[in-house]
């Protein structure tokens, strides 16, 4: 079993809405939570990163949210545009100790129409 | 900063044939990861290196793939032979500094292989 799961797998939404993807996760202890976009036919590039201390984290129009005592994260897309249109993966990494291992999720793919 | 170069972009190989991807990593950068990314999925690591070393191959499956890392910099990962569910992208990243807490980890563009 996963031990990083997002919802939903996919969604469609009209350009300019606002859409939030869910991420919960089993991984414990862990040293950050990450989301990644990877847009098609390209290498996931990183978004946010939060540690466990952290409540929220924001890059532009994206905002992560994280709850580590219901190990829940959040990452929120505000006025989307055509090129949010991508991949959003979850990410969680290992303590320090174990050499920056991480754990990904399956991705929620994000499609926004005109 | 040039980031993570990987090659090639695309591949297509009969089952039974081998294959080979490279990578270059960020200049400096002294972990290297392979991963793979089967559609609809994340990415699973498959073998890590710190500078030349290997620290984690635990997902690599050691009868058909391998990898190294010459001189510590460019990494190949091979595939000899291939089996239809290898088809996939295989990634490469690197990152710079190993056990902190923000180890930011940078992807190359990924090889997307088709076995027929």
């Known amino acids: 079993k996963n031990q990083v799961e997002q919802s939903p797998q996919s969604l469609i939404i009209l350009e300019g809405k606002n859409c939030t993807l869910q991420?919960?996760?089993?991984?414990?202890?862990?040293?950050?939570l990450r989301w990644y976009k990877q847009d098609t036919g390209r290498g996931p590039v990183s978004l946010t990163i939060?540690?466990?201390?952290?409540n929220t984290k924001s890059n532009g129009r994206y905002t992560a949210t994280l709850d580590a005592d219901t190990k829940q994260s959040s990452l929120h897309i505000t006025a989307s545009q055509l090129s949010d249109s991508a991949s959003y993966i979850c990410?969680?990494?290992?303590?320090?100790?174990?050499?920056?291992?991480?754990?990904f999720g399956a991705g929620t793919q994000v499609v926004v129409t005109p | 900063e040039a980031g993570v170069a990987q090659s090639p972009r695309y591949k297509i190989i009969e089952k039974r044939q081998s294959v080979a991807f490279w990578c270059n990593p960020i200049?400096?950068?002294?972990?290297l990861y392979w991963y793979q990314q089967i559609l609809g999925q994340g990415p699973k690591l498959l073998i890590q290196?710190?500078?030349?070393?290997?620290?984690?191959d635990s997902q690599l499956p050691k009868d058909r793939f391998s990898a190294e890392r010459l001189k510590g910099v460019d990494s190949t990962l091979k595939i000899q032979p291939a089996k239809l569910e290898d088809s996939a992208v295989y990634l490469c990243?690197?990152?710079?500094?190993?056990?902190?807490?923000?180890?930011?980890?940078?992807f190359g563009p990924g090889t997307r292989l088709t076995v027929l």
């Open positions: 990243a690197s990152s710079g500094r190993p056990g902190q807490a923000y180890n930011e980890q940078f």
């Open positions: 991420c919960n996760y089993t991984v414990s202890p862990f040293s950050n």
């Open positions: 939060m540690t466990f201390s952290e």
């Open positions: 990410v969680v990494s290992f303590p320090a100790d174990s050499w920056g291992k991480l754990q």
């Open positions: 200049s400096g950068h002294a972990t």
């Open positions: 290196f710190q500078n030349n070393g290997v620290v984690d």
